[in-house]
Antibody, heavy 119, light 110 residues
């Protein structure tokens, strides 16, 4: 069974750093892109960036370039999303999702990680 | 960047009725690369339709997708209580493999 299991909810303060994770199982982790999607409270879906774990090829959406870092450790089938200095505006639900390539959509999603940042 | 605009923002219907949701692209999108997702409160999105008209695994046949070029439609033929949710369209297939989502249509019970 394909699963993407994300790390638990986080409560942080502005200026703190954070790294959340997404562990894949039930499929070949290195054969699929992993994307990170932000959903702010009551809002829609925004693709932040994607990574191909096999070679760590990483692409960012312009709005998120320089704001976050996406990485992966294929030895433990885990992708990461990290911030060096959180802002209150980073408070949101973050989803990881997999896709096999540019020509297919995201077919499996993680359960989401809620990040709450207080000022 | 292709911008997807969904309409209406909110659609109020009753169970048993037919729902028609629209997704319009700012420039032509290959129909091969248009998807629809359903998101219920407190849940992750779920893939419904890809390639504009192909149902994902396990999706009931009351869900159908159509369209080409810049105009795409998701139709739910007879609404069931569990269909009331938010629906997003997404275009993909670009290189590098980035993609954009529409802003969503909320389907609510009338």
């Amino acid at each position: 069974e394909v699963q993407l299991v994300q790390s638990g909810a986080e409560v942080k303060k502005s200026g703190e750093s954070l790294k959340i994770s997404c562990k894949g199982s039930g499929y070949s982790f290195t054969s699929y892109w992993i994307g990170w999607v932000r959903q702010m409270p009551g809002k829609g879906l925004e693709l932040m960036g994607i990574i191909y774990p096999s070679d760590s090829d990483t692409r960012y959406s312009p709005s998120f370039q320089g704001q976050v870092t996406i990485s992966a450790d294929m030895s433990i089938s885990t992708a990461y999303l990290q911030w060096s200095s959180l802002k209150a505006s980073d408070s949101a639900m973050y989803y990881c999702a997999r896709r096999q390539g540019a020509m297919v959509p995201f077919d499996y999603w993680g359960q989401g990680t809620l990040v709450s940042v207080s000022s | 960047e292709i911008v997807l605009t969904q309409s209406p923002g909110t659609l109020s219907l009753s169970p048993g009725e037919r729902a028609t949701l629209s997704c319009r692209a700012s420039q032509s999108v290959s129909s091969i690369y248009l998807a629809w997702y359903q998101q219920k409160p407190g849940q992750a999105p779920r893939l419904l339709i890809y390639g504009a008209s192909t149902r994902a695994t396990g999706i009931p046949d009351r869900f159908s997708g159509s369209g080409s070029g810049t105009d795409f439609t998701l139709t739910i033929s007879r609404l069931e209580p569990e269909d009331f949710a938010v629906y997003y369209c997404q275009q993909y297939g670009s290189s590098p493999p980035m993609s954009s989502f529409g802003q969503g249509t909320k389907l609510e019970i009338k």
